[in-house]
């Protein structure tokens, strides 16, 4: 069953933080690949992920096996969400994703940037050309440490146990 991602979540979903898509083998043996930025469509209901066709061979060989991903979300201050879903396709990027995806690197480069991260090293990082994974949005979890960390976006915060 699909789910929404709301407007505001979106809004920093898109913000130029740390992505990273996780799948995982017929073996459950974990594979985790860096996202080149994300677009959230279909009124919340799908993202679609940036992948170096350098890098993300295991990924979309995983994607091939199974279909699952969990794409994460986190800004330096910890601020973290994990979307699950299923693969819907993957696809060449096209001219508008690159400019998306070179928008991404610069917003990247200065938010890591703001623990000491030098921007060159950022934009070392293979982008072009890439994939574009489209995900169905069917779990959306807060990550960002504290109470209700794990929890599902939407449903009450978990107190601390004493």
Known sequence: MQVQIPTELAEFLQSGISILVGTRDARLTPEAARVLGARIENGGREVVAFLSKATAERTLANLRDNGRAAVCFTSVDHRSYQI???????RDADEDDRKLIER???AVAQHFGT???PPRLTYRMSYWPAHALRVAVEEVFIQTPGPG???PLGQ??????S
């Not at 699950?84 to 993957?90: I, M, Q």
């Not at 009450?156 to 146990?161: A, C, M």
């Open 149 to 151: 960390a794990g929890g």
């Open 84 to 90: 699950k879903g299923r693969a819907l396709e993957v």
């Open 115 to 117: 623990v000491g991260l």
């Open 104 to 106: 991404y690197r610069a």
């Open 156 to 161: 009450p915060r978990r107190g601390l146990k």
